[in-house]
């Protein structure tokens, strides 16, 4: 069964302050991972990850994918109150599927 | 980016009866759409996959008597809960994808809260 843990699970942080959002992840034969950010309503897509290594950016937010070690992490820097949000990692695996971690609920203060 | 559209935004139900909610995708054409619940607190999870011009794929212990997926085109998919429950008040929310395989984005509509009284 295929398996998404999000690290930390809470996290609150002042604004302007950097934080670092962790994936792992169990999966079977590997096709990539999602990263969405979740306020009030549907997850809004951020990030598609295929290949190690390379880093997709956009904005203040930024991720990497390590296939070996099994890690995605997602940076955002700078951080304002309008990132508070659940941000939510999802594999996609053999079946096409996704499976989500639980998500991380990023607080953000003035 | 792809837009996912969803209606109604929010629905409130007499128990027994029945909910049909809409997901379009407005941009773009949908070979496969996944519908998704969600519990307060809690992250999606995937009900059931529906692939235009055929019969849903439903995940295990998903009634597909009760939730009924009807995708007539590759832009539209419906997901009707029949006779509801309070139990079924739920987000439920519809998601898009070109291809319907791996390697391609993935897009949410934003979602339909459902209360059933």
């Known amino acids: 069964e295929d398996k998404v843990v999000q690290s930390p699970l809470s996290l609150v942080v002042h604004e302007g302050d950097t934080v670092t959002l962790n994936c792992s992840y169990e999966?079977?034969?590997?096709?990539?991972l999602l990263w969405y950010k979740q306020e009030k309503k549907a997850p809004t897509f951020l990030f598609m990850l295929?290949?190690?290594?390379i880093e997709k950016k956009s904005g203040r937010l930024s991720s990497i994918l390590d296939k070996k070690e099994l890690f995605s992490i997602l940076n955002i820097t700078a951080t304002q109150t309008g990132d508070s949000a659940v941000y939510l990692c999802a594999v996609r695996g053999s079946n096409y599927k996704l499976t989500f971690g639980k998500g991380t609920l990023l607080t953000v203060n003035p | 980016g792809a837009v996912v559209s969803q209606h109604p935004s929010r629905v409130i139900c007499k128990s027994g009866t029945s909910v049909k909610i809409e997901c379009r995708s407005l941009d773009f054409q949908a070979t496969t759409m996944f519908w998704y619940r969600q519990f307060p607190k809690q992250s999606l999870m995937l009900m059931a996959t529906?692939?235009?011009?055929?019969?849903?794929?439903?995940e295990q212990g998903v009634e597909k008597d009760k939730f009924l997926i009807n995708h007539a085109s590759l832009t539209l998919s419906t997901l009707t809960v029949t006779s509801a429950h309070p139990e079924d008040s739920s987000f439920y929310i519809c998601?898009?994808?070109?291809?319907?395989?791996?390697?391609?984005?993935?897009?949410f509509g934003p979602g339909t809260r459902l209360t059933v009284t």
């Open positions: 999966v079977t034969n590997f096709r990539s």
């Open positions: 295929t290949s190690s290594g």
């Open positions: 998601s898009a994808t070109v291809g319907g395989t791996a390697g391609y984005e993935q897009y």
């Open positions: 529906s692939n235009e011009g055929s019969k849903a794929t439903y």
